[in-house]
């Protein structure tokens, strides 16, 4: 069983930037890249962005431009580059696997808190 773990979220001010990871632990086959989503109070969970097992990224409109995801594979890491953060970005995000089938099992970390001040 694999196990997500955000982290680097906290508090920045418009403008400013913050990098979350997301580390897993354990193994699945299932495995077949990683999502990054948010939510923010009394919204719908989104998409932020994803990479695949070879890099390749997609991002949302609200975030291209501003946001990089990258992947070191030697500490099964996924990150979230974050750069001129805007009030909207204030979110709980969270990392989730990208399932290579549809039964498998969907499975997300914790959440790491963003907040961002105008």
């Known amino acids: 069983q694999v196990h997500l773990a955000e982290s680097g979220g906290g508090s920045a001010q418009a403008g400013g930037s913050l990098r979350l990871s997301c580390v897993a632990t354990?193994?699945?086959?299932?495995?077949?890249?990683m999502s990054w989503y948010r939510q923010a109070p009394e919204k719908e969970r989104e998409l932020v962005g994803e990479i695949d097992k070879s890099g390749r990224t997609n991002y949302a409109d609200f975030v291209k431009g501003r946001f990089t995801i990258s992947q070191d594979n030697a500490k099964n890491t996924i990150y979230l580059q974050m750069n001129s953060l805007k009030f909207e970005d204030t979110a709980m995000y969270y990392c989730?696997?990208?399932?290579?089938?549809?039964?498998?099992?969907?499975?997300w970390g914790q959440g790491t808190q963003v907040t961002v001040s105008s």
């Open positions: 989730k696997i990208i399932n290579i089938w549809e039964n498998c099992p969907d499975i």
């Open positions: 354990g193994y699945t086959s299932c495995y077949d890249g």
